[in-house]
């Protein structure tokens, strides 16, 4: 059983050496279903920000009592309602907070679902959705998560061909 209530404050929130604030995120991923039968196409699941006006990959503040791979298990769980396996990390990007106009250190990772939740923490506060990956890349709000999802879709592609 999940835990149903997200994290919140900035109490235990880690930060660079350069007071960057470090986040984590997360592309959920799987491979369609049709009729029973897996396919090669794969599906990523954005989620709404909290405000509901942009979709994004699930990602938040790593904590001082977690490793990176548990803030990104957490933030999937958290905001998509997902588990998973987190797989190697994708990349580290500096950008900028729209909200804040400082400088953030984000940390991405792939996570293969294994089960998608009826209940999670922040179900009433976002909406989740499986698209393909030309959707999600066009609709994403943040430059360095698509950037993300490029690399992600790369990998998948180089591991597919090695299994010919």
């Given at each position: 059983?999940?835990?149903?209530?997200?994290?919140?404050?900035?109490?235990?929130?880690r930060y660079n050496s350069t007071g960057g604030r470090q986040i984590v995120g997360c592309i959920p991923y799987r491979y369609k279903d049709i009729d029973g039968n897996l396919s090669n196409e794969l599906?990523?699941?954005?989620?709404?920000?909290?405000?509901?006006?942009?979709?994004?990959?699930?990602?938040?503040?790593?904590?001082?009592?977690?490793?990176?791979?548990?803030?990104?298990y957490r933030e999937s769980l958290e905001e998509a309602g997902v588990t998973g396996i987190v797989e190697?990390?994708?990349?580290?990007?500096?950008?900028?907070?729209?909200?804040?106009?400082?400088?953030?250190?984000?940390?991405?990772?792939?996570?293969?679902?294994?089960?998608?939740?009826?209940?999670?923490?922040?179900?009433?506060?976002?909406?989740?959705?499986?698209?393909?990956?030309?959707?999600?890349?066009?609709?994403?709000?943040?430059?360095?998560?698509?950037?993300?999802?490029?690399?992600?879709?790369?990998?998948?592609?180089?591991?597919?061909?090695?299994?010919?």
């Open positions: 059983m999940a835990c149903l209530v997200s994290r919140t404050g900035r109490e235990m929130q599906e990523v699941l954005v989620v709404s920000s909290q405000k509901g006006q942009t979709l994004m990959f699930p990602k938040g503040g790593w904590e001082l009592d977690e490793s990176i791979e548990e803030a990104a190697h990390e994708l990349g580290q990007w500096s950008f900028i907070s729209k909200r804040h106009g400082t400088y953030y250190e984000g940390h991405m990772f792939p996570l293969l679902v294994k089960e998608e939740l009826d209940l999670w923490p922040e179900k009433d506060l976002r909406r989740r959705t499986w698209m393909c990956v030309d959707e999600a890349r066009e609709v994403c709000d943040h430059w360095w998560m698509k950037e993300a999802l490029d690399i992600l879709v790369e990998r998948l592609t180089l591991q597919k061909n090695r299994n010919i």
